[in-house]
């Protein structure tokens, strides 16, 4: 008898690079929903001056107009993630932005403000669903950890490039056809990317079936709700409201019954075993306390700048533009230098570097001093955010199961959009409490620089490595 043996098939060179390129389209796709959720975001603050000038908002108005979306978000984005392991990424993602795309429409044609803040919270419904499962999708798609830690970069990187154009085009926009144009121009491009995305993203399929953890999802909803709501209502009605105390009460009371669900249930929402790897958690924090310092100065600036400086929504895009540039900036970065740096040592130079110069910045702005000063350190501000951004998304992804990616993803998005959320709700009591909005914007500076501070000591003691508490079952340490 012949002894056969069956050689291993050569590597084909054109199915190579037909495989790359699916890859590289399929980043591009699922960045694409970022993308609008990014640029929306930051071209709302820009059409802030015009919408409060058009439907007559109040400062509470606005910040409603603003915080809709990041409430209905951070409350239903767990649900998105564990959706997106349940069901397959790509269905919930399609789902997800097709919900998005309709609201914007809805948001374009508002009549009041009343009508608006209920889209936005729709538009908010629908990026929960496909933010976690765009980012298992890139999981999924690249195998090879080095080539997914650049794609994480690369998918971050194309998010801040709507931050950076977000306030130039809505500037042109706003000027040019009015607030209404800001969210009307999700219409055409969602539509492009759900054909591309459905054509050419593959479907993926749950490594295990999972059970609907109905206790954990409604649990952990109604606490990121109330707690969404009370820190909007607290700064007009008062920290003694009777409104606030009932939210901060039913808040404290689902958090506490989330925790003894998750810890009963058969199938956890969110495995509380991950909650004692210390880098998990220190990451977590970290990218909270990031979004609350960097979303009270981008809402305050946008109405220093308009209201002091007595700039148009163009010019106040215009002015914007070297804190938002450098956002990209800071990501191509972060992406060449992953690698070359460990993560604990790229997120803590660039929230050190932040530290500094958030609030510098607003000092600076507040002093009059020369706008090429202003500039540097709104580039250094933009440029250190960044760099933490794409080695913390590494890292939370690297410590949990690959199955597991879109509740990972989903649970670091609800807790960095309830701290924009705090962060918003404290600019916007700064600016109505405060004798001037500069004296306004120098607080939210102080705000900022003590939550980055905080960050970059959470991202310092890291560590490396995996810590003895950390569990040996249930978090995959790569």
Known sequence: MTDCAIEPLAPNPALERAEAARQRWTLVLVASGMFMAVLDTTIVNVALPSMRAHLHASVAGLAWIVDAYTLSFAALILAGGVASDRFGAKAVYLSGLALFVAASAACGLAPSVGTLVAARFVQGMGAALFLPASLAIVRATFHDPAQRAKAIAAWAGIASIAAA????????????????????????????????????????????????????????????????????EMPTRGIGAAEVIVAIVVAVAAACTLVAVERRVADPMVPLTWFRNAKFVAMNASGT????????????????????????????????????????????????????????????????????????????????????????AMAAFGAGTALSVPPMIATILEQVPAE??????????????????????????????????????????????????????????SGDGQHADQPSEGVAMN
Not at 181 to 205: D, H
Not at 293 to 313: I, M, T
Request: proline share 2%; with cysteine.
């Open 165 to 232: 154009i977000g306030p130039v085009a809505g500037g042109l926009l706003v000027d040019g056809f009015g607030w209404r144009s800001a969210f009307l121009v999700n219409v055409p491009t969602g539509i492009v990317a759900l054909a591309g995305a459905w054509a050419l993203v593959r479907a993926t399929v749950p490594a295990r079936s999972r059970g609907f953890d109905w206790g954990g999802q409604v649990t952990s909803t109604i606490a990121l709700a109330a707690l969404c709501f009370a820190a909007i």
């Open 289 to 376: 306390l990031v979004y609350v310092g960097y979303f009270a100065v981008l809402f305050l600036l946008s109405l220093y700048l308009h209201g002091v400086r007595g700039l148009d929504a163009r010019h106040t895009g215009l002015a914007m533009l070297p804190m938002a540039a450098s956002l990209s900036l800071g990501n191509v970065l972060a992406g060449k230098l992953h690698g070359r740096m460990s993560a604990k040592h790229l997120m803590t130079v660039g929230l050190t570097v932040a530290t500094i110069a958030g609030p510098a910045m607003t000092a600076l702005l507040e002093t009059q001093a020369a706008w090429a000063f202003v500039v540097a």
């Open 404 to 461: 597991s990616a879109g509740v990972a993803s989903g649970l670091l998005n609800a807790l960095r959009q309830a701290g924009s959320l705090l962060g918003v709700a404290f600019a916007g009591a700064a600016a109505m409490l405060a004798t001037h909005l500069s004296t306004a914007l120098t607080v939210v500076g102080v705000l900022a620089g003590v939550t980055y501070a905080g960050a970059a000591c959470l991202a310092a003691r």
